[in-house]
């Protein structure tokens, strides 16, 4: 999970923003990033290392720097060790980041390499570089499992498909295709906790973009149907399990009370469609997720029409 389960190389960091190594003579190849959030050291900067979480990337910005140029060199490179050095409570940072291509002096890279630690260079203003790599890292460290199951775009909604094998599932997805929504993954999902309230789902690298089919075998969805059917990742915003029917079982026929399904301690609405020859589960996943979307919107079909029937009701008893 966040904290520490999940890691992320800083090559993968330095090519994602396109940033200049300034310390090519540190080795970044096992330099793994672990934090979620980033540190702007002004605090450090000035002496305060009480509560610093040095396993942060470290980011220095044009206030940073103004500081450190108006207390002199000397000072600065003895806050900048106190951060490079790390300790067996408080270990090295990944990386310092300096943004807006700010200069950095020989001193300051003479101590990084005599510490090991990464200096990088961003184009960028520190605030919008700040904002957009805790986005990143938000999604490449969030929690996330694995789950049988097919992940579509209908209409801009994400609908997880779930139930039994050789239920039904991917060729739901394939008509779907057909009637021009997009595929984000058959048989695997991959899914990612990003916030309290927003799960992502995607697909393996070796199933991406094949669908599984019994009696044909595995077809490749981006090759047969175009780019414009199959999608890299997307939000799960709704969950469709089917199953068979059952004539003893009772079903929920207005939907006035929501159901739902957990995953990573987030729940999502869950629709269990009983499966009956003729029933065309392609348009029932449409209208799924046109309904989810209303409902979203403020508008409960089940709630007007039970709002209609109470009043007709009313109605009737003032004037019988």
């Not at 394939?174 to 929504?181: F, P, T, V």
């Amino acid at each position: 999970m966040q904290n520490g389960a999940y890691s992320v190389p800083l090559k993968e960091l330095i090519e994602q923003f396109d940033l200049e190594n300034c310390t090519p003579e540190v080795n970044i190849g096992n330099v793994l990033i672990t934090q979620n959030e980033v540190n702007r050291p002004a605090l450090q900067l000035a002496g305060y290392f009480d509560y610093f979480d040095s396993s942060r990337i470290q980011i220095i910005g044009h206030v940073e720097h103004t500081y450190m140029q108006k207390r002199g060199m000397e000072h600065s490179i003895m806050m900048l060790e106190k951060i490079m050095a790390g300790s067996d409570e408080s270990p090295k940072p990944p990386c310092i980041v300096y943004c807006r291509e700010i200069w950095l002096e020989d001193e300051i890279v003479a101590l990084a390499n005599k510490y090991q630690v990464p200096i990088l260079r961003s184009k960028k203003a520190t605030s919008p570089f700040m904002a957009e790599v805790i986005r990143w890292l938000n999604s490449e460290l969030a929690p996330r499992c694995t789950i049988h199951g097919v992940l579509v775009d209908i209409y801009g909604e994400g609908i997880l498909i779930m139930g039994e094998s050789g239920i039904g599932k991917s060729e739901v997805a394939l008509e779907l295709i057909h009637r021009g929504h997009r595929l984000v993954s058959d048989d695997v999902v991959e899914i990612k906790r990003v916030s309290d309230k927003s799960l992502i789902g995607c697909a393996p690298a070796t199933t991406k973009h094949f669908i599984e089919l019994r009696g044909i075998g595995i077809v490749d969805a981006r090759s047969l149907f175009g780019v414009e059917s199959v999608k890299d990742e997307q939000e799960i915003d709704l969950v469709i399990k089917l199953e068979e029917f059952n004539k003893d079982q009772e079903y929920d026929r207005l939907g006035l009370e929501e159901q739902y399904i957990e995953f990573l301690g987030n729940k999502v609405v869950c629709h269990s469609i009983p499966i009956r020859p003729g029933r065309n589960l392609a348009v029932i996943c449409e209208s799924a997720a046109v309904n989810h979307r209303q409902k979203k919107m403020g508008y409960n079909a089940a709630l007007e029409l039970y709002n209609r029937v109470t009043n007709n009701i009313a109605e009737k008893r003032k004037n019988p």
